[in-house]
């Protein structure tokens, strides 16, 4: 039996396009889904390498639905394509430091390739930003770009209608937006950039097919208005009118609305929302270890620090949170430690809005000192670990920019070293802080405060109403008036801690005495009672520093705690409420004995209260309130952030919007017109409405049963029903009497099932386009507008007629008056007048 000959596979775009207006669709695509990319700005902080791997991700994206397109491959075809792709160019672009000299395969890139899909989009929101380019960050941007880019170029130019490639295209925008960070790079101008360009393109597509004749139904119809070169241009120029006018009031509403709708409110991420990466119940507050320093390492060298410069500070952690027993920080911000991508670079630190500030880099080695706190000296722009255990410190690595402080999992040891880039706290004079407010800071709400806390601040405070006047009261009477003792051998006995009844201790006694724990506390309470943004922080700095910046060995003895108080405009701002350490206590006077007396049988002593103690474990929500609330602190961030993401969508629905609603009221008008043949009149109105909405458009100038048949030649299935319905309106308008309320109604029934009926006859897209285009009612518009030019053109013709013939017949009158009175005086007659006044004599 002969075997048929295998026919070869056809290829060419099934549209007909050609490869000029495939470069002007791949060239549009690059731009609409660059401007998504961009959201990944600052995630990566503008590294170079995150715009490789996306717009390497789009092209490949881009040419894979070309060769799909062109080659007409299926979806086996096209997935493997992918796939295949995916996988050669990844090496290169989304695992340069893994792949072998940057580009070559070798098994740890495969490994980031194969998991990246999987683990790169969690990786990037719980690291903090900059993420990097290890560990598969750039996977993200790589596949989102190669991913969406193959959708959208599929859809352009596989799919008849190019507006479904939107989609993709938002889907883009949307990544950019849930995986940056609160900082948008031209977050305006990209949306109205995106809106332009994406609209601009779909309507000179749209336009293109029409001309082209590729589309069918409706459309197919409508391009036998193209044959006339003088109607063409006409109708070029009035959607290009259209397009741009649309495009001008989106673009208004946009930039205007988005200040309005985002004011006062940061910019909500998704990393803003995820799970703390870590449990700061697990790391004691670094204050618990104060005296151990004071005492156990006095003369012991715990780091040695090169590049300090005088007067700066090395810190290990700010305080913000107290709960009667520990100064701490703040459990509740467990999510603002973010895991460090890349310790080179940490949080656009680099930049601050406080120009006083001095940046330096310090070289910190490790050695008596044991502690998840890393030491540092302010804002950390930067660290490179070394060591031994280098690699093993940076996975471990968590920053917290707020309150700059940073954390290791794994405690710091000897042998451990770093350079650190960093931002030193301001400095700024006193008489510089003069009529400043404080700055508007939330702080974590305190809990198990003595009550003499507040007590003493209003008193030391007196009448004081100025900021800096308040908190520099309390610094220096707490610095003159008290007396240091650490309660080492030979001093003053003086407690260690700084739970609730420390600090009750220190306060309510005749002579204040401790050190800079107790003082530093004591101070940050008060200053939070009185609702200053305070904190507490704990560190170290010398006695002495070096002239040239060369290594200081820091001890034991010298740890300090200060207060930190936050200024607008200047940021925080260091005070130090502790005694010098040669304050020291003064003896008691020796007191004369006194004569025993008898012995007087006492009574009992009251019983006293029991102590609130602070609570082990964070108290469950009590009611349904505060459940809901829970409810919407976990997730009413994402949702926020998606209605900001479509907000740009919403703004251009509006028109169809508006659309929808002028033609809900059309029908309710035409259905409640004044008589029952209106109302009849008003349902063929609907039919023609929707016929003309669908793309055929009926002669002006013929009757019913003239329309009748023409919509029976394009939608054949409503056929019958539509020639029924002509019928039945031009015996309700032409007959004798009226339609009843009964027959009314079995009209319009019978007009919704033939509505029905044509649009069933079209394609949902069809369907859709004539819910929302505005032909209908611009024709019903300008018909109007002519329908009242004729009228009124009738009017001033009758006007006109009128006018000549009341002329007329008044020219008239007068002729035959003039001729009686010469007649009568001619043959001595009289006139009517003349006897109508001789009556009256």
């Known amino acids: 039996m002969p075997t048929l000959p295998k026919q070869p596979r056809q290829k060419g775009f099934r549209f007909g396009f050609s490869w000029a207006q495939i470069a002007i669709d791949t060239a549009v695509l690059m731009v609409l889904l660059g401007l998504g990319l961009l959201g990944f700005q600052d995630t990566f902080a503008g590294d170079w390498h995150y715009l490789v791997a996306g717009f390497g991700g789009i092209v490949l994206g881009l040419g894979v639905a070309l060769a799909s397109a062109y080659l007409r491959w299926n979806v086996w075809m096209t997935t493997g394509a992918a796939v295949l792709g995916y996988l050669l160019f990844g090496f290169a672009l989304a695992a340069p430091t893994e792949a072998a000299v940057g580009f070559l395969p070798s098994l740890e890139a495969l490994l980031v390739l194969v998991t990246g899909p999987v683990t790169a989009w969690k990786d990037i929101l719980t690291v903090a930003a900059p993420v990097g380019v290890n560990g598969g960050m750039l996977v993200a941007p790589y596949l989102s770009g190669m991913l969406t880019a ?138 618990m270890k104060f005296r151990q320093y004071v005492k156990d390492q006095h003369e012991e060298v715990l780091f040695t620090v090169e590049g300090l410069p005088e007067g700066q500070r090395v810190r290990l952690a700010a305080l913000d949170a107290y709960d009667g027993m520990v100064y701490n920080v703040n459990p509740q911000s467990g999510g603002n430690f973010s895991p460090v991508g890349d310790a080179s670079r940490l949080s656009g630190t680099a930049e601050t809005e406080i120009p006083t500030r001095a940046t330096g880099t310090l070289d910190i080695g490790i050695e008596a000192y044991n502690g998840v706190w890393l030491p540092g000296g302010g804002k950390l722009s930067g660290a490179v670990l070394q060591g031994p255990r280098a690699d093993q410190l940076s996975t471990s690595l968590y920053y917290n920019d707020g309150n700059e402080t940073a954390l290791s999992t794994i405690p710091l040891e000897e042998g451990d070293s770093y350079t650190a880039d960093v931002v030193f706290p301001v400095q700024v004079a006193s008489e510089d802080l003069e009529g400043q407010d404080f700055g508007e800071i939330v702080m974590p709400e305190l809990t198990g405060v003595p009550q003499i806390v507040p007590e003493k601040a209003a008193e030391l405070t007196g009448n004081q109403d100025q900021p800096f006047g308040i908190v520099s009261g309390l610094a220096s009477t707490l610095h003159e008036s008290g007396a240091f003792s650490n309660g080492r051998e030979g001093e003053v006995t003086s407690l260690s801690g700084h739970y ?263 394609s949902g897209w069809q369907r859709f386009r004539a819910k929302y285009t505005p032909r209908s009612l611009l024709l019903e518009a300008r018909a109007r507008r002519r329908q009242r030019r004729q009228l009124k053109k009738q009017q001033r013709q009758a006007d006109r007629a009128r006018t000549a013939e009341r002329r007329g017949g008044d020219r008239t009158a007068e002729r035959q008056a003039r001729s009686a009175r010469r007649g009568g005086r001619s043959r001595g007659v009289r006139t009517v007048d003349q006897q109508a006044r001789e009556k009256q004599e």
Do not use: C
């Not at 044959?227 to 649309?246: C, E, F, L, Y």
């Not at 673009?251 to 703390?276: E, F, I, M, N």
């Not at 809901?628 to 993401?645: K, T």
């Open 150 to 287: 193959l959708v959208a170029g599929l859809l352009a130019w596989r799919v008849r209608l190019p507006y479904w490639t939107v989609i993709p295209v938002l889907v883009m925008t949307v990544v950019g937006i849930m995986f940056g960070t609160k900082d948008a790079p031209m977050a305006v101008v990209r949306g109205m950039l995106l809106i332009m360009a994406a609209v601009a393109w779909l309507a000179w597509r749209h336009h293109r097919m029409r001309v082209q004749g590729t589309q069918t139904g409706a459309d197919a119809a409508d391009t036998t208005t193209v044959s006339n070169p003088a109607t063409a241009r006409k109708m070029v120029w009035r959607r290009v009118g259209m397009g741009a006018a649309v495009l001008a009031v989106a673009g208004l509403l946009t930039a205007s609305a988005s200040p309005l709708l985002l004011q006062d409110q940061d910019r909500k991420v998704l990393r803003d929302v995820v799970d703390p990466p870590i449990e700061l119940f697990d790391y004691p507050s670094p204050l």
């Open 500 to 762: 609730a009844g420390r600090i009750t201790q220190l306060l309510d006694a005749e002579q204040w005495i401790g050190d800079d724990e107790q003082y530093a506390v004591g101070m940050a309470l008060m200053a939070r009672s009185l609702d200053i943004p305070a904190r507490v922080v704990m560190g170290f700095y010398p006695e002495n520093y070096s002239a040239d910046g060369g290594p200081i060995q820091i001890k034991g003895k010298d740890v300090h705690a200060w207060v930190e108080v936050n200024f607008a405009n200047v940021g925080w701002v260091a005070l130090d409420p502790t005694p010098d350490k040669d304050n020291v206590p003064t003896p008691p006077q020796q007191e004369p004995k006194s004569t025993p007396k008898p012995q007087v049988l006492q009574p009992p002593p009251p019983p006293q209260e029991q102590a609130d103690l602070p609570p082990d474990t964070a108290p469950e929500p009590q009611d349904a309130e505060q459940e809901e609330r829970s409810w919407w602190d976990q997730w009413g961030q994402i949702v926020m952030i998606v209605v900001y993401s479509l907000i740009p969508l919403l703004i251009l629905l509006i028109p169809l919007l508006i659309i929808a609603i002028l033609k809900g009221r059309r029908r309710k008008r035409r259905r409640e017109a004044q008589t029952p043949a209106e109302q009849v009149s008003g349902g063929w109105s609907e039919v023609l409405s929707l016929a003309t909405d669908l793309g055929s458009e009926p002669q002006r100038s013929g009757t019913r049963r003239e329309h009748a048949t023409e919509l029976a030649g394009t939608f054949p299935t409503a056929a019958a029903g539509t020639t029924l319905l002509a019928r039945r309106a031009d015996q309700a308008v032409f007959g004798p009497g009226e339609p009843n309320e009964a027959q009314v109604a079995d009209y319009w029934a019978r007009v919704d099932e033939n509505i029905a009926g044509m649009r069933g006859s079209v």
